[in-house]
């Protein structure tokens, strides 16, 4: 039994695997799909002959139980490769049309192409049996998505740049013996894949089980909601997915007389499309979830058919034109489609168990065959019957993309009951797809997944910081394990930015505050209070008497944004006790966030201290300032005064003038009032200016106390109103300067606000 691949042998499997995929994918533009349609179109088949070509494709999926049955005797690697090889020696048959057909054998070339595209398909079937284990295998860890979606890219890339080689040979009206060497090309870049293939470590084979008959296996998936709900979508989609795409090239050939090497240039439209896709994928995959990418993928398809329903039939001559609009149409539906395909196969991975992988894939594939195999055989059928009653082949291929296109509106109605799989909802995905902000965040997760340097590292974390986005925490949430603080650090940084935290990041931010003091807990806990984690209350509340004193700070400025107002008593006794000015700052920030005019004679007893450092003095006066409701008008005149200390005199006197200006100016616009509406006289207001003038100018309080004592109660705090008086009686503290700024431009503003302000009603006892 194979042992799970250590990192190391992951990356050189991948790395050839890798290889094997740019091989096969020339193989397989070479000699299936556009240009089998286009050689038996020269060939003169019918609709019937051509649907039926597409279905063989789909068809090669009823072959896996007989490569299940192989896979008890032989290893899944072997299977694999001899398939691939044998698939590719079966187009043989194919190289020697033109010489039958140079011999007029008309019926002989077209039982020759069918028979070598029957046994490719049959042999291929057979050996698909190993894809899944294979892919599955080495497409594990985190980057499983990523990695699964990195396949696709790779084919979309190789075959886009195959497509237009084929184009360029092709031309207008290529000799039939060209399209022979170019499936010479194709077997043999088939041949070095299967080669390739032997190369590959062996998937460990699935746990031991009963093994389950064809029959068990579709009762489980049937009667299990989710599954029966995914295998109807994937048989819907792999049925307009299979029609809509070959016919195309028939509708563009037959109805707009398209060239070979013009219809081959639409199918390098198409890759772009696919690549595109794949590209988004892989970006998005893991952020968003495969549900709501699988739903855009249908929508992309759905406008891309209602493009070929309006594309007029008249617009055969106009030839730029023309090439756009059916280039843009190829986009779109392998865009669409194809993209549907890819995210339909991660889907279903995720959905379904380890030990039924091996079993449901089998059904995926002839879930899929059926679909793909019968839309293109009835198709086909459709088509001809059409012909036949002389309808039109534009008013055929109009009638059959509606229908289409009514199927898959049915889809994307469906798929709204697929089960989320972790992915985000459908409108929350389009704002991230939409979102530069987001896609930016998206990127910078990717680097940071891939690097090794912790430099980088720390920079692609500050720049997550200035790109906050959702998407982005659990990836920050496994840089805070980092073994390196700097990391940790920055990671925190970031994750503060974000506006919302999922549960996972409380945790995760609780585990860093108990187990990481000293270093990064201090973070923790500041982040806790800003998101208003309130569960974390009885853990802040112990963290405030720590020994790091950085965590005691923040974990009380994280109580007072919780609101805990029942442990505020126990905060002001240990900001009085405390010596440690760091933790006396935080204490008064965290007054300043509860607002309480209770914390008004704590914050001046801090003043009241020797000698307390000017820092200290700015807190104080700006909590002060938060309590009484005027920070920001205080902030801008503070910052003045620190500039120039000088100031103090003029900016008193202005904030004054200026409201009595204003008490005067509206008291006048309002003198049809009744007598008793005024609340303040025009006496009582000119008071407040040498009131002011006694206290700058030698130090004389009372004036001051006096008219604040005589404000209303309603305009003014009780509280704040006796604790400021009480202020300019105390020589002490009237002394500071900051304190004298603050009372008088809140008493400028208790004026202004008596300016418009009536007396509420008396209550009714």
Request: with cysteine.
């Given at each position: 039994?194979?042992?799970?691949l250590?990192p190391?042998?992951?990356?050189?499997?991948r790395e050839?695997?890798?290889?094997?995929?740019?091989?096969?994918?020339?193989?397989?533009t070479?000699?299936?799909?556009?240009?089998?349609?286009?050689f038996?179109?020269r060939?003169?088949?019918?609709a019937t002959?051509?649907?039926?070509?597409?279905?063989?494709l789909?068809?090669s999926?009823?072959f896996?139980p007989?490569?299940?049955?192989?896979?008890q005797?032989?290893?899944?690697?072997?299977?694999?490769?001899?398939?691939?090889?044998?698939?590719s020696?079966?187009?043989?048959?194919?190289?020697?049309?033109p010489?039958?057909m140079a011999r007029g054998?008309h019926?002989?070339?077209?039982?020759?192409?069918f028979l070598?595209v029957?046994?490719?398909?049959?042999?291929?079937?057979?050996?698909?049996?190993?894809?899944?284990?294979?892919?599955?295998n080495?497409a594990?860890?985190?980057d499983?998505?990523g990695?699964?979606t990195q396949?696709?890219?790779?084919?979309?890339?190789v075959?886009?740049?195959?497509?237009?080689?084929?184009?360029?040979?092709?031309?207008?009206?290529?000799?039939?013996y060209?399209?022979?060497?170019?499936?010479?090309?194709?077997?043999g870049c088939?041949?070095?894949s299967g080669?390739?293939?032997?190369n590959i470590?062996e998937p460990?084979?699935?746990?031991?089980a009963?093994q389950?008959?064809?029959?068990?296996?579709?009762v489980?998936?049937?009667?299990?909601?989710?599954?029966?709900?995914?295998?109807?979508?994937?048989?819907?989609?792999?049925?307009?997915?299979?029609?809509?795409?070959?016919?195309?090239?028939v509708?563009?050939?037959?109805?707009?007389?398209?060239?070979?090497?013009?219809?081959s240039l639409y199918?390098?439209?198409?890759g772009?499309?696919?690549?595109?896709?794949?590209l988004?994928?892989k970006?998005?995959v893991?952020?968003?979830?495969?549900?709501?990418l699988?739903?855009i993928c249908?929508i992309?398809?759905l406008?891309g058919?209602?493009?070929v329903i309006?594309i007029p039939?008249?617009m055969?001559?106009?030839?730029?034109?023309?090439?756009?609009?059916?280039g843009?149409?190829?986009?779109?539906?392998?865009?669409?489609?194809?993209?549907s395909?890819?995210?339909?196969?991660t889907?279903?991975?995720?959905l379904v168990?380890l030990?039924?992988?091996?079993?449901?894939?089998?059904?995926?594939?002839?879930?899929?065959?059926?679909?793909?195999?019968?839309?293109?055989?009835l198709?086909?059928l459709?088509?001809?019957?059409?012909?036949?009653?002389?309808?039109s082949?534009?008013?055929a291929y109009?009638?059959?993309y509606?229908?289409l296109?009514?199927?898959?509106l049915?889809i994307?109605?469906?798929?709204?009951?697929?089960?989320?799989?972790g992915?985000?909802p459908?409108?929350?995905a389009l704002?991230?797809?939409f979102?530069?902000?987001?896609?930016?965040?998206?990127?910078?997760l990717?680097?940071?997944?891939?690097?090794t340097?912790?430099?980088?590292e720390?920079?692609l974390?500050?720049?997550?910081?200035?790109?906050?986005?959702?998407l982005a925490?659990?990836?920050?949430?496994?840089?805070?394990?980092?073994?390196r603080?700097?990391?940790?650090?920055?990671?925190?940084?970031?994750?503060?930015?974000l506006?919302?935290?999922p549960?996972?990041?409380e945790?995760?931010l609780?585990?860093?505050v108990?187990?990481?003091?000293?270093?990064?807990?201090y973070?923790s806990a500041?982040?806790?209070?800003?998101?208003?984690i309130?569960?974390a209350?009885?853990?802040?509340?112990?963290?405030?008497y720590?020994?790091?004193?950085?965590?005691a700070?923040?974990?009380i400025v994280a109580?007072?944004?919780?609101e805990?107002e029942a442990?505020?008593?126990?905060?002001?006794?240990?900001?009085?006790?405390?010596?440690?000015?760091?933790?006396k700052?935080m204490?008064?920030?965290?007054?300043?966030?509860?607002?309480?005019?209770?914390?008004l004679?704590?914050?001046l007893?801090i003043l009241?201290?020797?000698n307390p450092?000017?820092?200290l003095r700015?807190?104080?006066?700006?909590?002060l300032?938060?309590?009484?409701?005027?920070q920001?008008?205080?902030?801008?005149?503070?910052v003045?005064f620190l500039?120039?200390?000088?100031?103090v005199p003029?900016?008193?006197?202005?904030?004054v003038?200026?409201?009595?200006?204003y008490?005067?100016?509206t008291?006048g616009?309002?003198?049809?009032r009744?007598?008793?509406e005024v609340?303040?006289?025009?006496?009582?207001?000119?008071?407040l200016?040498?009131?002011?003038?006694?206290l700058?100018a030698?130090?004389?309080?009372?004036?001051?106390?006096?008219w604040?004592?005589e404000?209303?109660?309603?305009?003014?705090?009780p509280?704040a109103?006796?604790?400021?008086?009480?202020?300019?009686?105390?020589?002490?503290?009237?002394?500071?300067?900051?304190?004298?700024l603050?009372?008088?431009q809140w008493?400028?503003?208790?004026l202004?606000?008596?300016?418009?302000?009536?007396?509420?009603p008396?209550l009714?006892?």
């Open positions: 039994m194979s042992t799970p250590s190391y042998h992951l990356g050189k499997a050839l695997y890798n290889f094997f995929n740019g091989f096969n994918a020339l193989s397989w070479f000699l299936t799909g556009n240009i089998i349609t286009l038996a179109m060939l003169k088949a019918s002959f051509l649907g039926t070509l597409s279905a063989l789909y068809m999926f009823f896996l007989l490569g299940k049955i192989l896979a005797r032989f290893s899944i690697i072997r299977i694999f490769s001899a398939a691939w090889i044998g698939r020696i079966c187009m043989i048959p194919l190289l020697f049309v010489w039958v054998n019926q002989r070339a077209l039982q020759l192409t070598g029957a046994l490719f398909h049959t042999i291929r079937g057979i050996g698909m049996i190993g894809n899944n284990p294979v892919l599955s080495l594990t860890g985190p499983r998505s990695y699964m396949i696709q890219i790779i084919n979309s890339a075959g886009m740049f195959a497509g237009f080689i084929i184009a360029l040979l092709l031309g207008r009206d290529p000799p039939l060209l399209y022979s060497i170019i499936m010479l090309i194709g077997i088939g041949l070095i080669f390739l293939m032997r470590p460990p084979a699935p746990p031991k009963k389950r008959s064809l029959r068990e296996v579709m489980y998936a049937f009667s299990t909601p989710s599954l029966r709900q995914f295998i109807l979508i994937l048989f819907l989609v792999a049925l307009v997915s299979g029609v809509s795409r070959s016919f195309l090239i509708y563009t050939r037959e109805v707009f007389g398209q060239s070979d090497g013009l219809v199918t390098v439209f198409g772009l499309g696919t690549l595109l896709i794949g988004m994928i970006l998005l893991r952020r968003i979830g495969a549900k709501p699988f739903i249908v992309t398809g406008v058919m209602i493009s309006a039939l008249g055969i001559a106009q030839g730029y034109t023309l090439v756009l609009l059916l843009f149409v190829f986009f779109l539906l392998h865009f669409g489609f194809l993209g395909e890819g995210i339909a196969q889907y279903f991975l995720s168990p030990e039924f992988m091996l079993d449901m894939g089998i059904l995926y594939f002839l879930v899929f065959g059926i679909a793909g195999a019968g839309g293109s055989l198709t086909g459709f088509l001809d019957m059409l012909g036949r009653f002389e309808v082949l534009g008013a109009k009638l059959l509606s229908i296109l009514l199927i898959t049915c994307i109605v469906l798929q709204k009951k697929l089960v989320p799989l992915a985000l459908f409108w929350g704002e991230v797809i979102s530069f902000r987001d896609l930016r965040a998206i990127a910078l990717d680097k940071l997944e891939k690097t340097d912790s430099v980088e720390a920079a974390l500050e720049a997550l910081h200035d790109t906050p986005s959702r925490v659990q990836g920050l949430l496994d840089r805070i394990k980092s073994p603080l700097a990391i940790r650090m920055e990671a925190l940084r970031a994750l503060e930015a506006e919302v935290l549960d996972a990041a945790q995760a609780t585990q860093d108990i187990h990481h003091p000293f270093t990064t807990a973070i500041r982040i806790l209070g800003e998101q208003r309130f569960a209350t009885p853990l802040l509340r112990e963290l405030v720590s020994e790091d004193y950085m965590l700070g923040e974990a109580l007072a944004k919780l805990d442990f505020r008593p126990l905060i002001e006794e240990i900001i009085l006790k405390t010596a440690n000015p760091r933790l700052i204490g008064v920030q965290a007054f300043g966030i509860y607002r309480s005019p209770h914390s004679p704590i914050l007893d009241r201290a020797v450092p000017p820092y700015d807190e104080v006066a700006l909590a300032a938060n309590i009484l409701d005027m920001q008008e205080f902030y801008p005149l503070l003045r500039e120039d200390p000088a100031l003029t900016l008193a006197l202005d904030e003038e200026s409201a009595y200006e008490y005067r100016t008291r616009s309002r003198l049809k009744k007598r008793s609340l303040f006289s025009l006496k009582q207001a000119q008071a200016q040498p009131a002011v003038r006694a700058i030698g130090n004389q309080g009372a004036p001051l106390a006096r604040i004592g404000l209303p109660s309603f305009i003014a705090e509280v109103q006796l604790v400021l008086g009480e202020v300019l009686l105390d020589d002490d503290l009237i002394s500071i300067q900051r304190l004298r603050l009372i008088v008493a400028s503003l208790r202004r606000a008596l300016a418009t302000c009536r007396e509420p008396a009714e006892v």
